[in-house]
């Protein structure tokens, strides 16, 4: 069983920045894609970011585009995801997945492990 732990969250202004971080309890996450989802008050949960296996491959959604970054460092089991020009709509808590078949999907429901999550909230 693999187990997720993000870290990171917190409070900030409007354009501000936050580094989130996801540690895998496991070796063998670096055989697998790694992607990031967020889950706003009162609205499903929604795709931000993915990542391959190998670091080389990442997509995006559209309303974080440009603004944020994913990355994984494998020798140390974890997960990254770097937010810049944070807007209040980003508000939301961030959970961190493994998806093992390896498909870089944009679907919560293909993905396999799931940390507990972790608060982001932007203030205006």
């Known amino acids: 069983q693999i187990q997720l732990v993000e870290s990171g969250g917190g409070l900030v202004q409007a354009g501000g920045s936050l580094r989130l971080s996801c540690a895998a309890s496991e070796r063998t996450v670096g055989n697998y894609g790694m992607g990031w989802f967020r889950q706003a008050p009162g609205k499903e949960r929604e795709f931000v970011a993915v990542?391959?296996?190998?670091?080389?491959?990442?997509y995006y959604a559209d309303s974080v585009l440009g603004r944020f970054t994913i990355s994984r460092d494998n020798a140390q089991n974890t997960l990254y995801l770097q937010m810049n020009s944070l807007k209040v709509e980003d508000t939301a808590v961030y959970y961190c997945?493994?998806?093992?078949?390896?498909?870089?999907?944009?679907?919560?429901?293909?993905?396999?492990?799931w940390g507990p999550g972790t608060q982001v909230t932007v203030s205006s």
């Open positions: 997945a493994i998806e093992l078949q390896l498909s870089l999907s944009t679907r919560g429901a293909d993905y396999d492990y």
């Open positions: 990542v391959s296996r190998t670091g080389r491959t990442t």
